[in-house]
């Protein structure tokens, strides 16, 4: 059934992916996170209170607090890094280097987490790497406007946060429901975005912000909450090293709407690459058999 979960997270996250780009076009980066982490706390509290998991909130132990805390510091670090890396990279660039974090949760769930590590496992890894690489060396783009510098290292930087989001939010949710434990996170989120959009003065900008921006907005932070309640019920259940390269399949999402939404290619090489991190992916599941 996790894998169920796992599948739903990965087409609301690249769902997240093109609607954030659109919303964030004139809009400062910072400031379009906040906005749309309050649109993801509304719907996971919702939630919370919708299967009533809120009376166990006092049954939370200090551990799963600290770790649900850290998961959420990790998750604003991440977002941060990935939408500015969105508003001055194209997604075809963005989008795999971001999905590069499914490798190094793999290593940290093996060498934290204790889960089983196979000679499969190394394929995997070697697959989805090459797979990332070929994309990243190579797109044909045709966005109107040049990449921005610096991409690469906000994408990197999301990456590396998103792979220790999982692995924090592995520990902190072991003993506490799925949709309250995102709520939770959330909420670190929210303050540590506001926190710094009021420290950088951009806070006023958000009157500014047009009806069409604030839609594709507030389209993004449902589909985010979506693939939080959907990715972390999964990986309640089920092992990270197998749940989290599920969800980075939104990659396959992500792309197609690129091409539909944004008019970005990609060359044969950068398909290939695709491809292989596709493949990768998928060799996971044959490792559970």
Known sequence: MYIVFAFASAVFAGATSILAKIGIKNVDS???TALRTIVVVIFAWLMVF???SQN????ISARSLIFLVLSGLATGASWLCYFRALQIGSVNKVVPVDKASTVLTMVLAIIFLSESFTWLTIVCIVVILAGTYAMIEKQAVTSETPDGKGWFIY???????ASLTAILGKVGIENVESNLGTAIRTVIVLVMAWLIVVVQGKAKQ???VSRHDWVFLILSGIATGLSWLCFFHALQIGPASVVVPIDKLSIVV???FSRLALGEKL????????AGIVA??????VRLG
């Open 56 to 59: 166990t909130i006092s049954s």
């Open 280 to 285: 990768g992916t998928l060799l996971l599941l």
């Open 30 to 32: 910072t400031l379009a």
């Open 267 to 274: 060359t044969r090489r950068s398909a290939l690459g695709l």
């Open 155 to 161: 994408a990197a930087g999301s990456a590396i946060f």
């Open 254 to 256: 992500t792309i197609v």
């Open 206 to 208: 958000a009157t500014k």
């Open 50 to 52: 919708v299967v009533g």
